[in-house]
């Protein structure tokens, strides 16, 4: 089974790789509307990321050891203390997006990006690179006894017109090896 | 008056000495900086050791330096917008101390205490009762999150945190080398003699009773160009008559 999660994180996290790099090419072959978009599409796949979270399974064949301590300890995704610690960690996530676009607002004026400026903003980026991978951790460890959903269905069943846009967004975020599993998910369909 | 980036033509005062130390500073911190994101991205260690090694040497020598010989001497200036600049500077040092630190911190952190981190954030997260239940499991805890993640992704977790203390770093300290050329610069200019000055670039290029005083002057003089050579060559000789 291909997890559709994985995958998403993967793209996310290209995605923000792509978005500092397009930061360094502000004022030569990039501008900083380029930018504000990678971000704001980032958002918007994170949404989709956060709507199929709740289906993500790990392999039966290598959760049946943490499956049992997880259930020792009773800690999974779906109880309360679960959505209390992926709550706070996609608080992270959506307070670390809005520094991004608090700064690019606060001190970006008439087009202008001093060096200054774009270091924070690579920095913003980073923490909310960090974040978004630090919850993908907390999501898998924390969906061991979740072994009645799977996620890549919940992507094969998204609305249409939805599934292609992240397909695209996802496409150009991808290498190629991911691109084929992520269409193998599709396919399915 | 030379400007931050870009070539250095002339050094109208010998604490303008601080414009090539900057560049070549500037220069290191971006070069191991793409190390470190070379490491996030799955890359080899040591030659980021070696290079976040020179950096942390080097700049905190250099800031350690400045706060007697260069900081210490000067009377307070409150700007117009209510800033401070010497005590802003030493606030600013102190700052680039911590975060080198964090750097070194984070080189250190092994997989392991990944683990052990990672299991104090989800026992942090959790309400009161629960807190206590999983702080009495916390093994349990962290065999969980190592069968989970593994060593690749614990491995994973270590290297974005050292990738983001060594940028952290190098915005400190960027904006602290802006801050001084803008503030403290001038400051010292109004406020110290030539031969003053002289002496604070002296106790900046080389360190007495070092096996090898010349330790930062060789570093900044092979990072500069030709032309930025012989303004440092010509201050050097300078501070050898006064010396």
Redesign the interface.
């Known amino acids: 089974m291909i997890c559709a999660l994985d995958l998403l994180h993967k793209a996310l996290s290209t995605g923000l790789i792509h978005a500092v790099k397009i930061l360094k090419e502000i004022g030569t072959s990039q501008s900083i509307s380029s930018f504000e978009l990678e971000i704001t599409t980032w958002v918007t796949a994170y949404y989709t990321y956060s709507e199929i979270e709740n289906y993500h399974n790990?392999r039966a064949s290598e959760s049946r050891?943490?499956l049992d301590?997880?259930r020792?300890?009773?800690?999974e995704r779906s109880n309360?203390?679960g959505m209390?610690?992926v709550q706070?960690?996609e608080d992270l996530i959506f307070d670390s997006a809005q520094f991004v676009f608090d700064t690019l607002h606060e001190e970006v004026s008439k087009g202008v990006l001093i060096?200054?400026v774009r270091?924070?903003l690579?920095?913003n980026v980073?923490?909310l690179?960090?974040n978004m991978?630090?919850h993908h951790?907390?999501v898998?460890?924390l969906s061991?006894r979740n072994s009645s959903h799977d996620c890549a269905s919940k992507l094969q069943g998204m609305h249409l017109s939805d599934k292609d846009w992240l397909i695209d967004w996802m496409s150009k975020r991808l290498d190629e090896m991911n691109i084929l599993k992520m269409k193998s998910i599709i396919d399915a369909d | 008056m030379p400007s931050f980036?870009g070539e250095i033509t002339a050094l109208e005062s010998p604490i303008d000495v601080m414009y090539l130390m900057h560049k070549v500073f500037m220069k290191h911190s971006l070069k191991t900086e793409k190390l470190a994101f070379g490491v996030f991205q799955g890359g080899d260690l040591k030659e980021l050791k070696i290079a976040l090694d020179e950096w942390l040497k080097h700049i905190l020598y250099h800031v350690d330096t400045e706060d007697v010989f260069l900081t210490d001497p000067l009377k307070e200036k409150t700007l117009p917008d209510g800033r401070m600049v010497v005590k802003d500077n030493v606030t600013e040092h102190d700052q680039i101390r911590l975060d080198g630190r964090d750097v070194l911190d984070n080189f250190s952190q092994d997989i392991q205490q990944e683990s052990v981190k990672?299991s104090r954030?989800?026992i942090l997260?959790?309400?009161d009762q629960?807190h206590e239940?999983?702080l009495d499991?916390v093994e349990?805890?962290q065999?969980?999150?190592d069968?989970?993640?593994g060593k690749d992704?614990l491995r994973?977790?270590s290297r974005?945190?050292l990738?983001?203390s060594v940028?952290?770093l190098?915005?400190t300290e960027?904006?602290h080398f802006?801050n001084e050329e803008a503030s403290v610069l001038p400051l010292v200019k109004e406020q110290m003699s030539r031969d003053q000055q002289l002496e604070c670039a002296r106790k900046l290029l080389f360190q007495d009773g070092a096996t090898l005083p010349g330790w930062i002057f060789d570093f900044i003089n092979n990072g500069l160009c030709h032309s930025e050579r012989i303004l440092l060559q010509d201050l050097r000789k300078e501070i050898d008559v006064k010396s």
Do not use: C, W
């Open positions: 790990v050891d943490n301590m997880l020792r300890l009773n800690l309360e203390s209390q610690i706070k960690s060096p200054r270091n924070h690579e920095l980073v923490d690179q960090i991978d630090n951790d907390l898998k460890v061991m | 980036t990672l954030d989800l997260a959790v309400d629960k239940e999983l499991r349990d805890l065999k969980a999150i069968k989970v993640l992704g994973l977790r974005r945190y990738y983001r940028l952290a190098k915005v960027f904006d802006e």
